[in-house]
Every structure is written in structure tokens, then in C-alpha cells.
């Protein structure tokens, strides 16, 4: 049997992700990298939808953008945060951005993310932030 070094080991679960992108182009390309890592993405395209979909479905990850029409990735993020607090729990955060200034990590990470992604998404950096905000070793 031949394994793919980017899929799940025997016996890991391949993870339930939802991806909070506007755009068309962007959300396909981080559906096709996690399908290359053996997981699954469910789409939405703005925070208002995300925290809509958290509510009814079970993630193991996010992947948000910080700029999207509705209600942007730090409002979608600073609202999940305080449900958090209110209900307990704590559902990892990726934020992906094209926002790329040298505080924009800290920013991020301060708001709530647990993690963070520069547009355009690169696979190896992926595979590492998943494992990294997720604890798999």
C-alpha cells in the first residue's frame, strides 16, 4: 500500500473545515489544498454566515479572511470569542489574509486567532499552521 505523505496517517480523521472566503477563486484553491490533505471544506462567504454555520454544524478548524462584505473576519472573529466565553469552548481560528504588514500577525493573534496564513495560501505553510493550532503531532 502506498501512502501520500500529505494525507492523513492510518487512524487520523480527516477534519471537517470551514472556510470563510468571499472570493471565488480563493475559496477553490483552499478546498482543492485540503482536499489534497484528506479534508473536507464547507464554503461560506462572510462572517455573518460563518457564525451562523458554527451554530448549527461541528468544525474541528476555521480558515478566515479578514476583509469580506458583511461582517468582516475580526467581527466575526471577536463575536465567536465572546460566545466562547459565554458557552465555554474554544473552536481554532486560521486567519488567512492578504494583509501582510509586520504587525499584522499580532494583530491578528491578540483579536483571537490562534493562527495565521498570507495570501496566496501556500500548502506546506497550511499543513503546518493545521498542525500547529490543532496540536497534531
Known amino acids: 500500500m502506498t501512502i501520500n505523505p500529505n494525507q492523513p496517517r492510518p487512524g487520523q480523521e480527516a477534519l471537517s473545515i470551514l472556510i470563510v472566503e468571499d472570493n471565488p477563486v480563493n475559496q477553490q484553491l483552499l478546498k482543492s489544498l485540503l482536499h489534497r490533505l484528506g479534508h473536507t471544506g464547507v464554503v461560506v462567504g462572510d462572517g455573518e454566515k460563518a457564525l451562523k454555520c458554527i451554530a448549527k454544524f461541528s468544525f474541528d478548524v476555521v480558515l478566515m479572511d479578514v476583509m469580506m462584505p458583511v461582517m468582516d473576519g475580526y467581527d466575526a472573529l471577536k463575536a465567536l470569542r465572546a460566545k466562547e466565553i459565554q458557552q465555554g ?24 486567532a490562534d493562527g495565521y496564513l498570507a495570501k496566496p495560501v501556500d500548502f506546506k505553510l497550511l499543513q503546518i499552521e493545521l498542525r500547529k493550532v490543532l496540536s497534531v503531532k
Open 89 to 112: 469552548g474554544h473552536l481554532p481560528v486560521i486567519m488567512v489574509t492578504g494583509q501582510t504588514e509586520a504587525d499584522d500577525q499580532a494583530r491578528l493573534m491578540r483579536a483571537g
